[in-house]
């Protein structure tokens, strides 16, 4: 008769694991892929070095692993955007400013999302997901363009890859951890973050909007 796992063994199991991604993701947050050590994760997540790797045969996974489930999250929300109601110049403005927005909530993070260099399985895990971001912006492009709202000379995944192209690529000076004025509480940063974000969004909306008549 095979052994099957009790309900204990298997709650106990799957928290261990959330403890691992969860303190891999603190470890990420506050110092980058470099930083974070297969043995520093597992004292942050009070268990035995040898017990994460029960989970994660090797520390590119496991931080894969961390990355494709932050950036799914960031999909998620975009997505939303992408379903909601509005115009698609309106809901193209709110997923890019959206994005920065949430980026520099945590820009260490996003910093190791977005730019930070990486091993080779978690920079492959963050191009599939920059992927899905595209995707997103591009279902946009497509019903704007349907909708005779956005400019119909340019192919939506070719201006698609443009944009996320261009506000990643933007964000990557006020993230990058050499910058030393980040104070995430304070007034005059969230103003500047605000105007960081809505630049970024006009001037993506600039680039599929349809131009005005010429006199």
């Not at 199991?13 to 050590?37: C, H, K, P």
């Not at 992408?82 to 910093?111: K, P, Q």
């Amino acid at each position: 008769m095979a052994y099957r796992q009790t309900p204990a063994v298997e709650a106990r199991l799957q928290d261990n694991r959330s403890r691992i991604l969860q303190a891999a993701r603190t470890l990420v947050s506050e110092g980058g892929w470099m930083e974070a050590q297969v043995a520093s994760v597992a004292a942050a997540a009070g268990i035995a070095t040898g017990t994460v790797y029960r989970y994660f045969p090797s520390k590119a996974e496991l931080f894969a692993e961390v990355l494709s489930a932050v950036s799914q999250r960031e999909v998620d929300v975009l997505t939303e955007i992408a379903d909601s109601d509005g115009t698609a110049i309106a809901r193209l403005h709110s997923a890019v400013a959206t994005f920065v927005r949430r980026a520099m909530r945590n820009s260490r993070l996003a910093y190791a999302l977005i730019a930070e260099p990486c091993d080779k399985e978690i920079d492959e895990a963050r191009l599939t997901y920059r992927a899905a971001i595209s995707e997103v912006v591009r279902s946009i492009i497509a019903d704007g363009q349907s909708a005779e709202e956005m400019r119909s000379d340019v192919q939506p995944d070719i201006a698609a890859s443009v944009i996320v192209g261009g506000f990643m690529e933007g964000l990557i000076g006020p993230l990058s951890p050499l910058n030393r004025q980040q104070h995430h509480e304070t007034e005059i940063y969230q103003r500047e973050v605000a105007m960081l974000a809505d630049q970024i969004a006009r001037l993506a909306c600039t680039s599929v909007a349809i131009p005005p008549p010429t006199v």
